[in-house]
């Protein structure tokens, strides 16, 4: 008998892969919210957490963890493709080469901080939403939404200020950049909650599926296991 394939986490799959390529080409921009400076990606970085926290809370660790994979895997992909084409020579016609390598360029230090902060943050996001939900029996999905962005997100941002950062902006201002860019991506999902709420309720009664995560492996790297 085949497996069928759900159309939803599919989507939720792609949208979560949209969301971490397009965050990386516009993280390189400064924004002003107010009197605090932020990248860019942070107007889209958060949504791949609250997909994040809609695949663990609907369909469970394991989903999410192949989800996480893929994502990881694209983004690599999206990152050797902006660097080859960077390194193609252009045509004569082609006048743009600096702006193109401002653009989709980072450098290695910022790309390999990215790539890893990434993964921290995103499996202690699912790993934390997962546990919370069988402590809870289920309830309070708003309270395990939160906690577990806070743990994903400050995890996230400590791991990639720290990589990227350290011994290049001092330390103070190292601290500062954790704790704002951490509590602004938490106080999007709190914003973002009510549709997170709807959505979650909608996919479960459309899939008829609400997963708990009892006597499951938490190994990030046991793939194979959906």
């Known amino acids: 008998m085949k497996k069928q394939v759900s159309v939803a986490l599919m989507v939720c799959g792609l949208l979560f892969t949209v969301c971490l390529i397009v965050a990386n080409i516009v993280e390189q921009k400064l924004i002003s919210i107010g009197s605090i400076q932020a990248t860019a990606g942070l107007l889209i970085f958060p949504v791949s957490y609250i997909i ?17 994979w893929n994502g990881f895997l694209m983004n690599f992909l999206a990152v050797l493709i902006f660097r080859l084409s960077i390194w193609a020579p252009g045509s004569a016609n082609f006048t743009n080469q600096a702006a193109f390598e401002l653009v ?14 990434f993964l921290f943050g995103a499996f202690l996001n699912a790993y934390v939403m997962s546990k919370m939900k069988i402590m809870q029996h289920g309830r309070g999905f708003s309270i395990r939404a939160v906690v577990s962005t806070l743990v994903g997100e ?66 990030p790297l046991k793939i194979k296991d959906v």
């Open 104 to 117: 989709l360029g980072n450098t290695e230090r910022i790309t390999a901080a990215s790539f890893v902060a």
């Open 52 to 68: 994040n926290d809609l695949i663990a809370e609907v369909w469970g660790y394991r989903k999410v963890r192949l989800i996480i």
């Open 154 to 219: 400050g995890a996230d941002s400590l791991v990639f200020f720290t990589l990227a950062f350290i011994g290049v902006i001092p330390t103070q201002a190292l601290w500062m950049l954790i704790l704002t860019q951490t509590a602004m991506k938490t106080g999007y999902e709190i914003v973002a909650l009510p549709l997170t709420n709807y959505l979650v309720k909608w996919v479960k009664k459309h899939e008829k599926t609400d997963v708990y995560d009892n006597g499951i492996s938490y190994n």
